[in-house]
Nanobody, 119 residues
């Protein structure tokens, strides 16, 4: 199991930047993949960015070139740097961890952090 605690959300003007943090309760090198998802009102939760235990990354097309996912192994923390924010980036952002055990993948979620992009 793992507990995930997000922080760093808030209100920002269009074009601004934020950095989200996700602190894990165990070594992130033991987690197969971690990622950030978001859910806007009335919409389904969607993948924003993910990073594997081998440090490979992938991004949603809508954030490619603007968002960067990274991790600090010493701090057991994954970050999402968000630049050039747009109103359509407004959502609750959730940290996700996937841990594979034999043929079963366990998923864990943080409590979410609100990001609002508005003038």
């Amino acid at each position: 199991q793992v507990q995930l605690v997000e922080s760093g959300g808030g209100l920002v003007h269009p074009g601004g930047s934020l950095r989200l943090s996700c602190a894990a309760s165990r070594s992130i090198t033991s987690i197969n993949a971690m990622g950030w998802y978001r859910q806007a009102p009335g919409k389904q939760r969607e993948l924003v960015a993910a990073i594997s235990s081998g440090s490979s990354t992938n991004y949603a097309d809508s954030v490619l070139g603007r968002f960067t996912i990274s991790r600090d192994i010493a701090k057991n923390t994954v970050y999402l740097r968000m630049n050039s924010l747009k109103p359509e980036d407004t959502a609750v952002y959730y940290c996700n961890a996937k841990i594979r055990s034999t043929q079963i993948v366990y998923e864990y979620w943080g409590q979410g952090t609100q990001v609002t992009v508005s003038s």
